[in-house]
């Protein structure tokens, strides 16, 4: 079982050492090769834009859709729930996205990097009290399809969603110690 | 980076902004990224077009500042908002070294990340700016260890290591990067004692160098700016340690604006591949005019204390 992580750009050095701290194997993904050997992927944080122009630039576009569709599990945090979303506002013309899980989501939906925020959050299906959750020129999820359990809110927006096998949260679990949610990520690999 | 603690009392708990968590988390987001300078709408966006993970947003270059002489100051806020309204990634803007007053306009403003920046001419010739004090996150320059955790304890929550701006040399960003790094090595096998005498000899915190020693790195990121011109200068800064590169002249003063920064952009995620380097270095055109460090009237790195 090997978890590849996107490294294009952003915060996916984190991430690896999330699912390392949790005994799983994680390898960056930069191109199409590095695909071959994984079998689930977490999209991090960082600048959705960016990111979208380096999939189709390194030739990753195409073979990460085909994986999806076959059913391989995916996290996306922030940039990468936008990555992950059917839909996405405020992006730029050209941007692509997976359509991986049924949900509209608006760039920087909470405003700039002054109203970025932290805050403490309940997560459904996660034990053991609320997690600690940073939000950093978040996506805001403006609708959720059928087929999709959200499984965290704040205010009425939701910010953890999972569809099947494809998890995502608008903040960034991967900048605190708590690996809650890449456990349960872990989980919903089947392995 | 500090990871809170979460309190379990609180299922919706209150927001909190400016925190450090926040400020640099951001920085946290620009890794593997190139923050690339602008002047104007039309280049901003290019510079997105091109996959730039942010822009910084100024008045002149700085081969330009250097060739007119006189104050450089901080930008037109009509210059900066026409610059926000046209890119939909992170705006960073400078600030004089010591100007506080223009830091508290660029926050006002709303830009994402305010460069306190030896760019522009200083305006305070003993302190630099009480970056505690804002909700905006802060970037400051540093060519040595002393220098970096000075800026960290002031506020600072991403370091660039500054090379010689405007001068597409990157001999003075491999010195400066070297240089930090080397001294971060060296701390990790120090003892206790010994860092006492690093803290004096650097200038800096002992809490911060004794933090240095612990972990091994910064506590917060720290990306490389000052002479990047080509897409091997930037892998050549990466494989050296730095984790995201600023390019300033080096983009537009170029043959080819739209295709070096593509091309740099590749470079950044590709930096460790040789391969995909020879293929994104090919067929950019002249990269912008370099200077000799030696030959200089005025080194930009000098300011900061």
Redesign the interface.
């Known amino acids: 079982m090997v978890i590849g992580v996107l490294a294009l750009q952003g915060a996916f050095a984190r991430h690896i050492e999330a699912c390392t701290q949790l005994g799983a194997k994680a390898r960056e993904v930069r191109v199409p090769s590095d695909l071959a050997d994984v079998d689930a992927l977490i999209l991090p944080g960082g600048e959705s834009t960016t990111m979208s122009k380096l999939l189709e630039s390194q030739g990753l576009f195409a073979p990460i859709t085909e994986r999806l569709a076959g059913g391989m599990a995916a996290f996306g945090t922030c940039a990468g729930m936008i990555l992950l979303a059917g839909s996405v506002l405020d992006g730029r013309p050209d941007q692509r996205s997976f359509d991986a899980i049924d949900l509209t989501v608006r760039r920087n939906g909470y405003g700039r990097q002054v109203d970025s925020f932290e805050t403490d959050l309940v997560v459904t299906d996660i034990a053991g009290g609320s997690f600690h959750a940073v939000f950093i020129r978040a996506p805001r999820v403006e609708a959720v399809g059928a087929g999709v359990d959200v499984l965290a809110r704040v205010g009425d927006d939701p910010v953890v969603c999972r569809s099947g096998r494809v998890l995502v949260a608008a903040f960034h679990p991967e900048l605190t110690d708590d690996l809650r949610l890449h456990e349960h990520f872990l989980s919903l690999t089947g392995v | 980076?500090t990871?809170?603690?979460?309190?379990?009392?609180?299922?919706?708990?209150?927001?909190?902004?400016?925190?450090q968590?926040?400020k640099r988390?951001?920085a946290?987001?620009?890794?593997?990224?190139v923050i690339m300078d602008v002047v104007d709408p039309e280049q901003a966006k290019i510079a997105?077009d091109?996959?730039?993970?942010?822009v910084m947003a100024l008045e002149r270059v700085p081969s330009d500042i250097r060739r007119d002489g006189g104050v450089a100051r901080m930008s037109d806020p009509e210059m900066i908002e026409g610059i926000k309204a046209v890119v939909?990634?992170?705006v960073m803007a400078k600030a004089r070294i010591g100007h506080f007053v223009e830091a508290q306009i660029l926050?006002a403003l709303?830009?994402?990340?305010v460069d306190e920046s030896e760019v522009l001419t200083p305006a305070d010739e003993s302190h630099h700016i009480d970056k505690w004090a804002f909700?905006?996150?802060f970037v400051c320059g540093a060519t040595n260890l002393g220098e970096a955790l000075r800026r960290i304890s002031e506020g600072a929550c991403l370091i660039r290591s500054k090379g010689e701006a405007g001068t597409g040399n990157i001999v003075e960003a491999v010195r400066h990067l070297r240089t930090i790094i080397g001294d971060m090595r060296k701390i990790t096998q120090a003892d206790n004692a010994e860092l006492f005498e690093w803290a004096k000899r650097l200038q800096a915190p002992l809490g911060l160098v004794q933090e240095v020693a612990e972990t091994g790195w910064l506590p917060v990121p720290m990306f490389c700016a000052g002479g990047i011109a080509t897409p091997a200068d930037a892998a050549l800064v990466m494989q050296l340690g730095a984790e995201a590169v600023f390019v300033g002249s080096g983009i537009f003063k170029s043959d080819n604006p739209a295709a070096r920064a593509?091309a740099i952009?590749?470079a950044?995620?590709?930096f460790r591949?040789p391969h995909?380097l020879a293929k994104v270095s090919r067929g950019l055109g002249d990269a912008m005019p370099g200077l000799e460090i030696g030959k200089l009237e005025t080194k930009l790195a000098d300011r900061g204390w």
């Not at chain 2, 091109?50 to 942010?54: D, I, L, R, V």
């Not at chain 2, 709303?110 to 990340?113: I, K, M």
């Open positions: 980076m990871p809170m603690s979460s309190d379990a009392a609180a299922p919706k708990g209150p927001r909190s902004t400016g925190t968590l926040v988390g951001l946290e987001m620009l890794k593997g990224g997105e091109a996959g730039a993970c942010a939909t990634i992170p926050e709303g830009v994402d990340y909700t905006v996150p593509k952009v590749e950044a995620t590709n591949d995909i």
